[in-house]
Each structure stands twice: as structure tokens, then as C-alpha cells.
């Protein structure tokens, strides 16, 4: 049997993307739901390192990262994605599938970040895109957490393509725009 300090050696000989991915993989098998079943879940956040930075049309302006984000007062572990000075900005993730999953969903939050000067006359679009296909959309301009679940549609893949896409829609000064706490969860 391997105890525990045989696995904290292991632990120390990992980079931060592996231990990223233990801690997730981890977590994944703590998860429970009230009647007791076992839940799996894909931690965004924690998995940002695996993630590919794309934009519609241009790179300039483009900022993301995972970090803590404030919005309404309210800190949240985050991607950052602020939009380019033109287009949209990706942030994209093949997120590999176990088999047999049931009632897949993807739980997150949007924001646009304290501090933000952003006019309300203008907004920002956040949109989710699976497999090439916009699954869900949003435009908005308050700085506050707005909390979204989204079914996932069946797939015949064993790797989603997920997107998480923001875009200034002409004017990207002051696009804060956070996602919180972004991940795919499902009943093992």
C-alpha cells in the first residue's frame, strides 16, 4: 500500500502544470452530491496552463490568465479574458471525456471586474462554444457575478472542444470581462 509520504515524494518532483493536475484529478474524486454519488468535475481554472490563447482577429490588447477576480465586491477564482482591440479573444480547452458520465454541465459565473470604467452604454459578450457550436451566450455591463449552468449536449468524442470567448463589439477599453469558476461537472 503507499502511504502518504511516498506520495508527497512524488508530489515533490512535480513542475506546477503537473501538480495543477493532481490537485484537480484530486479533487475530482472528493466530489459527492447530498444523496452520496460520486461526482467527476474539469477545473478551467486549474487546467488554465493546458489552454490555447487564439483571437478572431487580432492579438493586440488581449489579456488572460487565471488569477483571483473581484466583482461586485465578490473575489472568485477566475480566467481573465480581456478582449483584443478587435474581435474576440478564446480562450480554448480539449478536455478529455471519461466514459459513461451522466447529466454533463458546465457551471461558471461572468463578470466584468471592480475598477472597470466601462460605459453603460456599452458591453461586453461572453459566449461558450462547444465543438465548433455557440452552446450559450450573454452581453453585459455590470460589475457583478452573474452565475450560469449550462447542459452539455451528448457527444460521440471522448475530448470536448470547449471555448470561452469574449469580445469588446467594437470597443475594448474597460472589458474586464472575468469568467468564474468555470467547470464541467457530471455524475460518475
Not at 13 to 24: M, W
Not at 31 to 55: H, I, N, S
Amino acid at each position: 500500500m503507499t502511504t502518504r509520504q511516498d506520495l508527497n515524494d512524488l508530489l515533490a518532483k512535480l513542475n506546477d502544470a503537473q501538480l495543477a493536475h493532481v490537485r484537480a484529478y484530486a479533487e475530482s474524486l472528493l466530489r459527492t452530491d447530498d444523496a452520496g454519488a460520486l461526482r467527476w468535475q474539469f477545473d478551467f481554472v486549474a487546467e488554465f496552463a493546458q489552454a490555447k490563447l487564439m483571437t478572431q482577429r487580432e492579438s493586440a490588447g488581449l489579456e488572460a490568465r487565471a488569477a483571483e477576480a473581484v466583482c461586485g465586491g465578490e473575489t472568485k477564482r477566475a480566467l481573465w479574458e480581456h478582449p483584443p482591440l478587435s474581435g474576440a479573444a478564446i480562450v480554448s480547452y480539449a478536455v478529455p471525456i471519461p466514459p459513461r458520465l451522466r447529466g454533463l454541465k458546465l457551471h461558471f459565473f461572468t463578470g466584468i471586474r471592480d475598477g472597470s470604467e466601462l460605459p453603460h452604454d456599452r458591453y461586453v459578450a461572453f459566449r461558450v462554444v462547444v465543438n465548433g457550436w455557440k452552446l450559450w451566450s450573454a452581453v453585459k455591463n455590470t460589475r457583478v457575478w452573474e452565475e450560469f449552468t449550462v447542459v452539455m449536449p451528448e457527444s460521440s468524442s471522448d475530448v470536448l472542444r470547449v471555448e470561452f470567448q469574449t469580445d469588446g463589439l467594437g470597443d475594448h477599453r474597460w472589458n474586464w470581462a472575468v469568467w468564474g469558476e468555470p467547470k464541467l461537472i457530471a455524475d460518475l
